[in-house]
């Protein structure tokens, strides 16, 4: 099957690049790393082979959620060249059992949960919609902070941006290092009539789930929506920047409540069990 | 009462409950499991030498519960919101009837909400009827993702539950608790969305909504909503205790909440046994905003806006004279029980008229 035997060394993949990849999962209700939040408790690689270990903040972690994390986790390292299977074990969850035979068997979520009503990929998309609300709050404070007002902002479409690299493809950018703190894109405004130079990050981590939600892809789109995904109006705009604050409170508050979960729990795991 | 910055400040803790989760009355894996997944709560915002053994947790009984709300005048009164998850446990984690025995004891303390469940169709119409019957329930605790056979859940927008509120608008019921906390329902459909408030509460104006637990974790959805119906309230439970170990996180939702609902629909709640008033009150009472939220929001955490979020607004919903029960309170069973006479002996706000 792996055929790269012969050389020996060369056919497994890094433990660096497991976890890159991994770094790429986000847990979708907080739009945080997995990786970052400290829910990956093991990575194991046996050649072509990676196994990888998960613990959620709770047992009662809303099994859509469990699933959406378990699928993307073995989704991004099965995309690893080197990788020929990712086998993801998901820990001291209440629906562990489900998930990871179907996960591992590649059934579908229907097929784990045959009781579900629906589709997770609803419940995905309202969370990229979250995650798109509160990172456009960070994009538009960039653009504020950098003299636009609220008028030029709601304005803005696709095409007005210059300068930023198209990281669609997924193609490996060593994560942390390319992305460096002082890459602006020119945003341009009235018309073309001038640009300002802005830090890129947070306009390119808005776009990248603003093309997720398929928002914003021609250049004619507008660059920034309401939480309903309409065009802005300029009067509203001070109450839409509101609600971007207001998701963005939302996720890391909830934040907080997993991390502290997490950490109850495995004070209560490392316990000598009673006899 | 608790005494702050020279002035008293009546506390209504709006969501206490007694409930038993003891081995014996667990009869569902769901029913061990919720109760420690509300231990690792417990134990992740409570300062580590109040908290409780997982022992003590699972049934504490009604003298203890008694001491912890009012021993120390932490909490002066406090209104019981049932939860009964009868497919969890054999008797069920805290029902009205069980709460009953200690509101009828202290009904001068305790408020005793019912509930009910739209999938029990005519036999719950007929419950909540008895309910206002026996006990004069002046509102109901909804828990629209209790498991109930094949079902993992309800909404609050469905037609069957909108008889049921019709039911409590015909009876006086007036005030309608919802949880929405955390998802827990092993679905993909979300059983605590905060969607189904807007529409119930824009169909039954006479009513009141309290979203518990501010919607976390989806207060963007709840203060959205709150902000444009007016008869929707957010209580604290949940929220309450991040003044404990994550004071700029308290601080930046409380902002939120003062800044889309204002300070007359935010409401105190300690979730009891969850988190124990006798700590919990002073907590939130002392804690402050931090410079920069307050000039992000324009918002203040000040003595007013403390009286009205710790007991005022509450006690504008259920209909409680504040002043009254001051006096009341000068000698009841408790004050006697824990020696607080002294706590309401004031007659600070009469004199200010003067």
């Known amino acids: ?275 | 009462m608790y005494q702050h910055n020279g002035e008293e400040i009546f506390v209504i803790d709006g969501h206490v409950h007694l409930w038993d989760a003891t081995e014996e009355n667990i009869k569902h894996d769901g029913g061990e499991e919720f109760i420690q997944c509300f231990y690792d709560y417990h134990t992740t915002f409570t300062p580590e030498d109040r908290q409780w053994s997982i022992d003590e947790y699972r049934k504490y009984g009604a003298d203890r519960m008694v001491e912890d709300l009012f021993g120390n005048a932490a909490a002066d009164m406090a209104i019981f919101q049932p939860t009964y998850l009868t497919d969890f446990y054999e008797d069920g984690f805290n029902t009205t009837e069980q709460n009953a025995e200690l509101a009828t004891e202290h009904p001068e303390r305790f408020v005793l909400n019912g509930t009910f469940d739209p999938r029990d169709g005519e036999e719950g119409l007929e419950y909540l009827e008895e309910l206002h019957e026996k006990y004069d329930i002046p509102g109901v605790k909804l828990y629209t993702a209790e498991w109930r056979g094949e079902s993992k859940g309800w909404r609050l927008d469905d037609e069957e539950a909108f008889r049921f509120l019709e039911k409590c608008q015909e009876l006086g019921i007036e005030n309608i608790h919802a949880h929405k906390g955390p998802t827990i329902r092993p679905l993909n459909r979300d059983a605590f969305d905060v969607a189904d408030i807007d529409d119930a509460a824009s169909s039954f104006p006479e009513l009141n909504f309290v979203v518990e637990h501010v919607g976390l974790p989806r207060l963007d959805d709840f203060c959205w909503i709150a902000a444009q119906e007016n008869n929707v309230y957010g209580g604290l439970a949940v929220a309450a205790p991040f003044a404990q170990n994550r004071p700029g996180k308290f601080s930046e939702i409380m902002s939120e909440l003062l800044w889309w609902l204002g300070e007359d629909r935010v409401l105190f709640g300690s979730d009891y046994a969850l988190w124990n008033p006798d700590w919990l009150v002073e907590e939130v009472i002392e804690a402050e905003l931090t410079q920069e939220h307050r000039a992000e929001y324009g918002v203040e955490w000040d003595t007013e806006t403390k009286k009205k979020v710790m007991g005022e607004n509450i006690a504008d919903l259920y209909d409680i004279d504040i002043e009254t029960k001051r006096r009341e309170f000068r000698d009841d069973e408790i004050s006697q029980e824990f020696g607080l006479g002294d706590h309401y002996a004031s007659e600070e706000p009469a004199a200010a008229d003067d």
Not at chain 1, 173 to 197: I, K, L, M, Q
Not at chain 1, 222 to 248: C, K, N, Y
């Open chain 1, 1 to 275: 099957m792996t055929g790269t035997e012969s050389d020996g060394s060369t056919s497994a993949p890094s433990r660096t690049a497991v976890r890159d990849r991994l770094d790429r999962v986000t847990d979708p209700e907080l739009d945080r790393s997995i990786v970052e939040l400290e829910y990956v408790d093991r990575i194991e690689i046996d050649g072509d082979r990676v196994g990888v270990d998960l613990t959620l903040p709770t047992a009662w972690c809303s099994p859509a959620f469990a699933w959406m994390m378990t699928v993307d986790a073995r989704d991004e390292i099965e995309s690893l060249p080197t990788v020929d299977d990712a086998r993801i074990t998901l820990h001291e969850h209440m629906h562990e059992a489900e998930i990871n035979r179907s996960v591992n068997e590649g059934l579908s979520f229907a097929e784990a949960f045959p009781n579900a009503d629906g589709d997770v990929a609803a419940v995905r998309a309202e969370l990229d919609e979250k995650a798109r609300v509160a990172r456009q709050y960070d994009a538009v404070e960039t653009l504020l902070e950098a003299g636009l007002d609220g008028e030029a902002i709601v304005g803005l479409r696709l095409r007005d941006l210059d300068g930023l690299e198209s990281t669609e493809d997924g193609n490996e950018r060593s994560v942390g290092e390319s992305e460096d703190a002082d890459e602006t894109v020119a945003v341009y405004v009235r018309e073309r009539a001038f640009a300002v130079a802005v830090p890129s990050a947070p306009i390119e981590r808005y776009l990248e789930k603003a093309r997720e939600t398929d928002l914003v892809s021609a250049p004619d789109d507008r660059l920034f929506r309401t939480p309903e995904g309409e065009p802005i109006d300029p009067d509203s705009f001070d109450l839409v920047h509101q609600r971007g604050r207001l998701a963005q409170v939302n996720m890391s508050s909830q934040g907080g409540i997993c991390d502290g979960l997490r950490e109850a729990r495995e004070g209560r795991l490392e316990e000598p069990a009673d006899d």
